[in-house]
C-alpha cells in the first residue's frame, strides 16, 4: 500500500508539473488518473447495468422529446428516427471526465447508427461550474468533442430535471426504467424504434464490450 501511495503521489505531482493546455491543474491530474479510476471501478460498473428486458415500450415517445442544445437552438428529438441514441450526462471536472474521448471515438466508430448526445450537469459535487460557452470550448479543444452537446441542465430527480431525463428516469413515461444517473457519465441507450433499452452507469467505459455489444 505504502509503495501505491506513493507512485500515485509521484504521478499525481508530474502532473502538476506538466499542466495541460486549456485545463486547470485539477482537471489535467483527473485526466491523468482516468485509466487508473476506470481500472479500479471496472468490477462493480458490471453490477449496475440495467437492460429493458422485456421489450417494454414507452408511454410518451421519445421522439416528442425537445430541448435545448449548447448553442441555445431549438433540438427536436424527431430527428433521431431511425438511429440509436446514447445520452450521457457529463462535467468538465469529475474523474470520468476522460469518458469525452471514448465518447467521441465511438461516435466515429458508429457515425452512421449512432447519435450521441451530451447533457452538461452541475448536478454532482458542483463539477461543471462554467457555463454553456466554456463547456462547448473546454470539450471541443482537450477532447475534440464533435457529437451534439445540450444546453447545461438538471439531470436528477429534483425541481426543475430537464425533460428529457425525466422521459429516461421515470417508468411510468420510458415504459421501465426508473434510474436516475448515479453521478456524472451514466450512459442511456435508446434503439432505432424509441424504445430505451439500457442504462449503463459512469463505471462502464463507453467502448466497454457491453456498450458494443448493445449497440450492434
Not at 461516435?107 to 450521441?116: E, G, W
Amino acid at each position: 500500500m505504502i509503495k501505491i501511495a506513493i507512485a500515485l503521489g509521484v504521478l499525481v505531482s508530474a502532473t502538476l508539473l506538466m499542466k495541460k493546455t486549456g485545463m486547470s491543474y485539477r482537471q489535467s491530474v483527473l485526466k491523468t488518473m482516468y485509466p487508473a479510476i476506470m481500472w479500479a471501478s471496472k468490477a462493480t460498473g458490471k453490477k449496475l447495468i440495467q437492460t429493458n428486458k422485456s421489450n417494454s415500450a414507452p408511454l410518451v415517445s421519445f421522439y416528442s422529446l425537445q430541448c435545448k442544445d449548447i448553442n441555445g437552438k431549438d433540438f427536436d428529438f424527431a430527428s433521431l428516427k431511425g438511429k440509436k441514441v446514447l445520452i450521457v450526462n457529463t462535467a468538465s471536472d469529475c474523474g470520468f471526465t476522460g469518458q469525452y474521448e471514448a465518447l467521441e471515438k465511438l461516435s466515429k466508430l458508429y457515425v452512421d447508427k449512432l447519435v450521441i448526445l451530451g447533457f452538461p450537469s452541475n448536478d454532482f459535487k458542483e463539477q461543471e461550474t462554467g457555463g454553456n460557452e466554456n463547456i462547448a470550448a473546454f470539450c471541443k479543444k482537450n477532447y475534440g468533442v464533435s457529437f451534439p452537446l445540450m444546453e447545461k441542465s438538471i439531470v436528477i430527480k429534483k425541481n426543475h430535471q430537464n425533460e428529457v431525463h425525466k422521459w429516461l428516469s421515470d417508468m411510468t413515461i420510458n415504459g421501465w426504467c426508473h434510474q436516475e444517473p448515479a453521478w456524472n457519465f451514466c450512459k442511456y441507450l435508446i434503439n432505432e424504434n424509441g424504445i430505451l433499452t439500457h442504462y449503463f452507469p459512469m463505471t462502464i467505459d463507453p467502448l466497454a464490450p457491453e456498450v458494443l455489444a448493445a449497440i450492434n
